[in-house]
Structure formats: C-alpha cells, structure tokens
C-alpha cells in the first residue's frame, strides 16, 4: 500500500516574470509562498481539519530558479503531536519533458489543527508512523539534517 504522507508531490507551477526579483531569478518570497500552499494542502489532507502555518522552522535556498521553469514540491510528513505537524518539503526543478529533477531548495515547516474560530484544538492528529524501514531511514536523515526531535 502506498503511503500518502511519504515523498508526496504536491503542487507544481511554472515561472512567470512577476514572479522575478530585481535580479531576474524567482523571488524567494514566491517559492516561500508556494511551498507553504503545497504544505498547507497536505497538513489538510492528513488531519482532515483546518490547519495554519504555526512556524516556518527552515527555508533553504539550494539554486536560482527563471522564468518558465517548472516547480513541485515533495513533500513528507516528519513528526506529528497531538496538535501540530511537521512537513519537510524538497522543492524541485522539472525538466519540460519530465525526465529529470532538481534540488532547488528545502523547508521545513510546522502547521497547527484549528477550528472555525482558528483557534488550535488538541487530539485532532492521529500519530503519524513510517509504513517501512525505508521511510523510517529517509525521516531520520531528514530530522537529523534538520535538528528535529
């Protein structure tokens, strides 16, 4: 069975120019804001509840990225509380026929179950656990690189 919470693509779009800062590579701000959508869908999907970003924990930026690339996002459940939870994200570079990817950047960020008042609600995300050995490796590394406990 397919784990749904495991290297996941979510979301994927291609570089316009007003997405460019004053130096002609993507703005930071469009991928940080990209990447958050993308996360933010998948924190959803997994608690079946509202969720907000409650902390960009790290945002790093690996490689430029121009008008028309093409950008996703795999992205990977780490840790869950009672009511948080933290998503890794890989953001990638596409190659137009698909044949290829790209390590462009990599985030981090922890997002909070709430209600209709976005107040955060407790005992509303089950425990998350890697369904094999080869996940488990993978959110290790990922936790380590990162300093998560």
């Known amino acids: 069975m397919k784990n749904n919470f495991f290297k996941r693509q979510m979301a994927d779009y291609f570089v316009t120019p007003r997405m460019l800062n004053h130096m002609s590579i993507t703005h930071g701000g469009t991928l940080l804001d990209n990447a958050d959508s993308a996360m933010g869908m998948f924190a959803n999907s ?23 690339d093409h950008i996703g996002f795999c992205v990977t459940l780490l840790k869950t509380t009672p009511k948080t939870m933290t998503i890794y994200t890989e953001v990638n570079r596409f190659s ?54």
């Open 46 to 68: 997994y608690c079946h509840t509202r969720t907000l970003t409650g902390r960009i924990d790290k945002f790093i930026f690996h490689k430029k990225s121009y008008v028309g």
């Open 96 to 149: 137009l026929d698909n044949s290829s990817t790209e390590l462009i950047g990599e985030a981090v960020f922890t997002y909070v179950a709430v209600n209709e008042d976005l107040t955060p609600i407790a005992g509303s995300i089950e425990q998350y656990h890697p369904k094999s050995f080869k996940e488990r490796e993978y959110i290790d590394s990922i936790k380590r690189r990162f300093g998560i406990k």
